[in-house]
């Protein structure tokens, strides 16, 4: 193959790769961090990419001067690429969402779509182009598929070398637009040296347009342009706000929102805390109710959420000895620094306060403390690395680390007029949770619901009289918890009222690896910013696997009633094999994702390496089933194995991650279980990247068409794991969790291996 052809699969795979990741990161500051984004950006991604791929590049078979089509996507791409960042920015404003305000599935797929259209579709083109220019100057013959198998490895190599590079080198050194502007460079520069193949004429043309387009690109890297469009978008994003500070970090992103001397500090787009004047009612009662119910507190641990407040409230009574305080973003501590107010200063210089830069549920898994009150500072598990603090298991790993008087403090969304459905089931969950680990609860309920949970009884009988008692005994100066306060809101009838609404709420408990404390937020706040798909959230609610097997069965059992009256069948089992290992390869992918998130917290910082990983093996298999394919002799029974692997390592993942997560608490078993997830994810890109090379041979067999068959292959590829995103992240993970998501591809992967394996010969 020649070098330029290889510089070029290099630069499309390493610039898409990037394009992809950022963009990523930055809709989900768009999305609120939410999860189930990922599943559907990335799989929005991959159905572009199958338009352009067998749209586009079913049409280059016959075309004329095709390194000149290349070079000119290759443009387009590098021009709309910036373009697409700037409207990610802005697409609150093009889809008409204001700041602040959520977005509902069906708004977050489309937006997405919207802004991941074009990239992804010149990105698949360009990988058919690739192929066709491959074959072309090989001078091989055009149903030889080693040419496709060749152009799939180094695309995929670049793909590996940009998530390194974007995870260690672009992400903390760049910001959003240096990096797509040098994406932008890289990709016109792989441009220009294709046009050396072309005539003269041309050839000088062509380089003068790509030099002058490379020129403006380095002009605005080189002269702060980059900074210009930076700002100016960041402005854009956030109307009416003064942005003082927006930074990705390894974590996520994180800003700061100045206004009148007051600092809003937001993750990926959600306020964690405003200083100095944070809210006062949440702040004081999420506090002063569980620190009174306690008979002596003297050691806490703040997970999450702490400064601008918190840990200032807990830091009045003259009891304490201790406070813990977690947040896994060093980044974010650092701006609280940056940008001190009398508060924060305050709280973190104090020399009780042990601020912690680690994950939250780490830390009590390590640490060698026992606590009076161990506060969850999230008040909602919006996203999967906050249910991991609402679940069962951690509520049994909490009452651990209780000493035995200690109180578990939890906060959800609540009301005082009205529980809806979704806000029943949300709290209804987390209840049934938090009874099935403790004997004892005790509930507040408010516009914040707070829980108590404890092994002593005491907790359950704390009133007004009590609280304000010990209020005086300590003199403390609060500015809202008076007796008249607790008088009203420790009032029985507000209990009595909540028992009376909770009637009818869900019986489910929330588990690391079925996460139904995630999917009844998620049904909550869709029921608040997209109420048209209340109807389909209830609907998934009772959603079981049955289902999924009555259809799967039913489907197979048309699929081989067909066999012998549908001509075509026979070409159709290849590309129906393909795109249900789509499927899989995507499903594998979220579910390492989804539970690396769960196990360790901190998925963000490692998903470029997870997606390498896959990558890498996605390019070892495809190498090694390239080098073999002369060498086969069987090329369907081979084909057949490879289904039957699938189908094994489908079954066999939950079963590896179940079989570790116990065990994490070990700090050798913690690291190697990071490593073990790596390897999982290259066996199963591995599993994919054998079996496409494979497949375009075989098909190969009855097509005479090199352009068309690849496009053909690639484009089920690629739609099979669009399916498999939506599905996942939308439907699977979130209601049947790591083993029913498992389950499912074994029956999708049995189908095609069923089909595949009672069809004969494909000829």
């Known amino acids: 193959m020649n070098k330029r052809l290889i510089f070029a699969a290099l630069a499309t795979g390493f610039s898409g790769m990037v394009v992809q990741l950022l963009l990523l990161r930055e809709l989900l500051v768009v999305f609120h961090g939410n999860d189930l984004a990922i599943g559907i950006i990335f799989a929005n991604w991959l159905a572009c990419e199958a338009l352009g791929a067998f749209f586009i590049g079913k049409r280059i078979e016959h075309a004329r001067k095709r390194i000149g089509w290349f070079i000119s996507l290759s443009i387009i791409f590098a021009l709309f690429a910036p373009l697409a960042l700037y409207m990610a920015r802005i697409v609150r404003d093009l889809v008409g969402v204001l700041p602040g305000v959520g977005m509902g599935v069906f708004s977050i797929f489309y937006s997405s779509l919207l802004i991941l259209f074009l990239p992804s579709l010149l990105h698949g083109a360009l990988f058919i182009f690739t192929c066709r220019l491959c074959a072309q100057f090989a001078r091989e013959t055009q149903k030889d598929a080693s040419s496709v198998g060749r152009v799939y490895v180094w695309e995929t190599i670049g793909h590996i070398a940009g998530a390194v590079v974007f995870t260690f080198l672009l992400i903390p050194l760049l910001h ?42 380095v002009f605005l890297l080189v002269g702060d342009g980059d900074e210009r469009l930076h700002y100016h978008a960041i402005a854009r994003q956030w109307p009416d706000k003064e942005v003082i500070h927006h930074q990705h970090s390894p974590y996520g992103n994180v800003a700061v929102i100045e206004r009148e001397g007051e600092y809003t500090f937001l993750t990926d787009g959600i306020p964690v805390f405003t200083t100095p004047t944070p809210d006062i009612v949440r702040v004081e009662e999420f506090v002063h109710f569980p620190m009174l119910a306690h008979p002596q507190p003297e050691n806490v641990a703040i997970l999450v959420g702490g400064a601008g407040g918190v840990i200032s409230e807990v830091l009045k009574y003259p009891t304490i000895e201790r406070v813990d305080y977690t947040e896994i973003d060093p980044l974010l501590i650092d701006l609280v620094r940056k940008y001190p107010t009398p508060l924060t200063e305050a709280e973190l210089a104090d020399p009780r306060v042990n601020t912690l830069h680690v994950d939250g549920r780490r830390f009590l898994e390590v640490t060698p403390y026992q606590y009076d009150l161990i506060f969850v500072g999230i008040a909602n598990p919006e996203n999967l690395q906050v249910n991991r603090l609402f679940t069962a298991q951690f509520a049994s790993l909490a009452k651990e680390r209780l000493r035995e008087d200690g109180i578990l403090v939890v906060s959800l969304p609540g009301s005082l007029t009205y529980l809806s459905h979704e806000l029943r089931n949300l709290n209804g969950v987390i209840i049934n949770t938090l009874e099935s680990i403790f004997p004892y609860l005790h ?36 500015r809202l918890i008076t007796r008249p306060h607790l008088e009203v809101r420790l009032a029985p009838r507000w209990l009595d009222w909540f028992s009376a609404s909770m009637y009818g709420a869900t019986e489910e408990i929330n588990h690391d690896f079925r996460p139904k404390g995630f999917f009844y937020s998620l049904a909550y706040w869709n029921a608040m910013f997209s109420p048209y798909l209340s109807d389909f959230f209830v609907w998934l609610e009772d959603l079981g696997l049955w289902l999924f097997a009555i259809v799967i069965a039913a489907w197979t059992a048309i699929l081989l009633a067909l066999r012998w009256r549908a001509v075509r069948l026979p070409k159709l089992i290849i590309p129906y094999s393909i795109a249900a290992t789509g499927f899989a390869g995507m499903a594998f992918d979220l579910l390492l994702i989804f539970a690396f998130q769960v196990l360790f917290g901190f998925v963000f910082h490692w998903i470029g390496l997870l997606l390498a990983a896959f990558m890498g093996g996605v390019a070892g298999g495809g190498l090694m089933m390239t080098t073999l394919l002369p060498h086969i002799k069987d090329d369907r029974a081979l084909f057949i194995k490879l289904e039957i692997a699938v189908v094994l390592f489908a079954a066999l993942l939950p079963l590896i991650i179940l079989a570790v997560a116990p065990h994490l608490g070990n700090a050798v078993v913690f690291v190697l ?91």
């Open 176 to 217: 959003s637009f240096a990096i797509v502007l040098g994406m932008g460079v890289l990709t016109l520069t792989a441009s220009v040296a294709l046009a050396t193949f072309q005539s003269r004429a041309w050839k000088r043309k062509t380089i003068a347009v790509l030099m002058a387009i490379l020129m403006t690109f």
């Open 673 to 763: 279980a990071q490593v073990l997830f790596l390897l999982l994810a290259f066996f199963a890109g591995a599993l994919i990247g054998l079996k496409f090379p494979l497949a375009n041979k075989m098909y190969l067999s009855h097509s005479p068409n090199l352009s068309q068959t690849a496009g053909l292959v690639y484009s089920a590829d690629l739609l099979g794991g669009w399916s498999g995103g939506i599905a996942a992240a939308v439907v699977l993970l979130p209601v049947l969790g790591l083993v029913g998501t498992s389950l499912v591809v074994v029956m999708i992967k049995a189908s095609s291996l069923i089909v595949l394996a009672t069809s004969g010969s494909v000829k």
């Open 443 to 478: 509930i507040i309920p408010g516009y914040h619901n707070i829980f108590l949970a404890s092994t002593t009884k005491d907790v359950t009988i704390i009133d007004a009289a009590l609280l304000y008692e010990r209020l005086e005994e300590r003199q403390l100066d609060l």
